[in-house]
């Protein structure tokens, strides 16, 4: 059985950075894409960013190209969302996920991901 356990959510204020963590265990770590997606309410669960097995591959949705960035420590099986700039619509509960099949390409698309974390808020606002 495969744990996804994401942290480090929590209120900031428009401008302000935040580092969500997301650390894996049950499963061989390395050999996985790992994904960052986020549910603003009343809306579907969009793609933020992903990280290839290799760490040598990132993708990032438009919305936030140039303020996030996405990172991995094998050793730790532990990947990372630095966000900076944060902006009111970045306001989501955080969710990291494994994708299904080991050593393939990025895939952005919610399907593809096997385990998923239990969510982390992140709050932007005055």
């Known amino acids: 059985q495969v744990q996804m356990v994401d942290s480090g959510g929590g209120l900031v204020q428009p401008g302000g950075s935040l580092q969500l963590s997301c650390t894996a265990s049950g499963r061989t770590f390395s050999a996985y894409n790992i994904g960052w997606f986020r549910q603003a309410p009343g809306k579907e669960r969009e793609f933020v960013t992903a990280?290839?097995?290799?760490?040598?591959?990132?993708v990032y949705a438009d919305s936030v190209k140039g303020r996030f960035t996405i990172s991995r420590d094998n050793a730790r099986s532990t990947v990372y969302l630095q966000m900076n700039s944060l902006k009111p619509k970045d306001t989501a509960v955080y969710y990291c996920?494994?994708?299904?099949?080991?050593?393939?390409?990025?895939?952005?698309?919610?399907?593809?991901?096997?385990?998923w974390g239990q969510g982390t808020q992140v709050t932007v606002s005055e």
């Open positions: 990280i290839s097995w290799s760490s040598d591959s990132t």
């Open positions: 996920a494994v994708e299904r099949v080991p050593y393939g390409p990025i895939d952005s698309g919610p399907t593809a991901y096997a385990y």
